[in-house]
């Protein structure tokens, strides 16, 4: 990749970590909140269902996960393993894509 | 290349953080696919809730949350490296990331039992 | 720590194999006097690099225990524990023979970096004004002790897995010229420094900091690059 896009691909990495900082400190406490009682489908559900801030929250958490996730195994690849070039960017892009489109079925599975 | 060079704190915080981030990452479809069972109603996500109750699985989740908060603090570490560049305190902040994961994992543990 | 130093040293060339010598155990002896010693005393044909011996000029630096190091500026008690040392010649570059590497591909990087001093188009009129407090001059200064020895770049990691990678010498020279204010060349210096050859592909290890003779942070200048390459690319000038 150019240097330009090499750069781009850092300024997002690091993006995505910023907004990744605040979700995942708030999805750790929700988790050791959550688990105080057991854990249930109906105790998530009280929470998520129809919630349209959570359901905001979780979509913006999964999108800049799946960035951020898609990125970095690109970069360990690249330096761990002799795979390169555009067949590398296009797998990183599909487990993006992938991991992104799961995790966007749960939330909306979680708040309908 | 030579161990004995590479054996300082950064280079661990370096370590800890790519392999939770890949463990992470390989985790979090799974993650998504189980969550996504709530989709056909709350009886499949109480199924396998149900089948994560096992100590093993427990076992596992309490590494899960250790892992995530490791490569948060680690993080956190980088951030302030790249954007802040502030220089003395690195070696504190791997000591203080690996305190507060493990504080947060602990937590976790004692929560599910 | 005895009598005698066991000291197995390099000869050859990338094919090569450590040789073992017995050097006797001197109050205050370097590292660099255990070389010299075997070059005079036990085999002539000893190839290795030295000039200043007293920690000015990096060219004695060799890997001694598996870490880089200015063998005179490394006493033998630090590092001889048990009376062994293992000395071969830096790493992460090819060998010319014993104790020597080629430096070439490290300095062709520095040059790749671009980093040297590009001047404006007129001569000014009159000499530049930088205060020595400004925040650019005390970037500047923090980076611009390095003597080009490469005790950093045989310790970085990055460099070991990116043959391609400018490495933290090149990229730190790189950053004290991007706030020297006198300098004319930086649209095409940030061009040269970023991407996946330059500081994009550090990972802030700091083994580079750890190692160098001179206390110089690299990993410091290079979060300096990305952050001036990231405001580049989002003003269009990358």
Partial sequence: MSARGDTWLWILQRASALVLAFAVLVHIVTIIYAVRHGLSAAAILLRTAGDPWWLGFYLIFVAAAALHAGIGMRVIMREWTPWRGRSLDFAALLLALGTLAAGWRAALGLFA | ?113 | MGETLHVAVWRGTAAGRLVPYEVPVQESQTVLDVVTYIQRHLDPSLSYRFACRVGMCGSCAMTVNGVARWTCRTHVRRVARDGRLELKPLERLPVIKDLAADMSAFFEKWTRAKGTFVPQGELPADFAVVPPGTPQRRAADAGIECIGCGVCYASCDVVAWKPDYLGPAALNRAWTLVNDVRDAGNAERLKAVAGDAGCHSCHSHQSCFERCPKAIDPTASIAGLKRATAWAALRGEL
Avoid: C, Y
């Avoid at chain 2, 370096?14 to 109603?41: D, E, K, N, Y």
């Fill in chain 2, 1 to 113: 290349m030579s161990w004995r060079a590479r054996n300082h704190p950064n280079f661990w915080a370096f370590a800890v953080h790519r392999l939770s981030g890949l463990l992470l990452a390989i985790f979090l479809p799974f993650h998504f696919w189980a969550l996504g069972t709530a989709i056909t109603g709350a009886a499949r996500l109480d199924a396998f809730l149900a089948w994560s109750e096992q100590p093993l699985v427990k076992l596992a989740e309490v590494g899960l949350v250790t892992l995530l908060a490791l490569h948060l603090t680690g993080g956190l570490r980088l951030l302030a490296i790249e954007l802040l560049a502030w220089r003395d305190w690195q070696k504190t902040a791997v000591s203080l990331s690996a305190g507060v994961s493990l504080a947060v994992g602990l937590l976790f543990l004692l929560n599910i039992f």
